[in-house]
Structures are given as structure tokens and as C-alpha cells.
């Protein structure tokens, strides 16, 4: 019912930047909070950022000042603009949405990957 289309990624050099979107063809179901989780193999997958529909981001200590998120309602879209990139930055990064369809149900991306090395 719900899919999320991912684009952007790639590699970069450390210092660099990459912009990732996402958008969610939610049928006309209310899309909620949207955002962006990664994940590297091994460890839990963690938050990157989030927006409500609101506006209002919410980010991980990791990238507060190096990344931004933004949304466009209109489009049921989300960009993530990750400047100045750090090896450790490197992971799949996944866009999930909460829709409200009847209950708030969570929807996730395929992934795509970013991969900062010099």
C-alpha cells in the first residue's frame, strides 16, 4: 500500500557531501513522521533524522550540524543534505514513514548506501 523510493548516495571523500530523498507513495494515507535510519553490518540500526509533518527534525548527536532534513508535504518527500562526511558516516542509510492507515503503521525503504573514504 505504502512505498518509500530512496535516490542519492554514492561515495564521497571525507569532508565531502551527498544529499539523499525519499518519497512515500502513500495512496492518499495521512504520511506522518519521516526519516532516516543507518545501519552498518553488526550493529543495531540507528537514527540519523526526523521530521514530523510539523516541520519539527529531531537529530542523532552524531551529525547535528553536518546534516539537515527537510520536507516537502506536497510530495510526501524527505531530503537528508549530509555535509561535511566522515568515514563513520559510511552505512545503508534506510528512510522509514509512519502512515495512519486505520492504525500508525511504520514503512522502510530498500536502503541505499553511502560510503565516505579517501
Known amino acids: 500500500q505504502v512505498q518509500l523510493l530512496e535516490s542519492g548516495g554514492g561515495s564521497v571523500q571525507p569532508g565531502g557531501s551527498l544529499r539523499l530523498s525519499c518519497t512515500a507513495s502513500s495512496s492518499g494515507f495521512n504520511v506522518n513522521d519521516m526519516g532516516w535510519f543507518r545501519e552498518v553490518p553488526g550493529k543495531t540500526r540507528e537514527l540519523v533524522a526526523t521530521i514530523s509533518r510539523g516541520g519539527v527534525a529531531r537529530y542523532a548527536d552524531a551529525v547535528k550540524g553536518r546534516f539537515t532534513i527537510s520536507r516537502e508535504n506536497a510530495k510526501d518527500t524527505i531530503d537528508l543534505q549530509m555535509d561535511n562526511l566522515k568515514p563513520e558516516d559510511t552505512a545503508d542509510y534506510f528512510c522509514?514513514?509512519?502512515?495512519?492507515?486505520?492504525?500508525?503503521?511504520?514503512?522502510w525503504g530498500q536502503g541505499i548506501q553511502v560510503t565516505v573514504s579517501s
Open positions: 522509514k514513514a509512519v502512515v495512519f492507515i486505520k492504525v500508525l503503521t511504520q514503512y
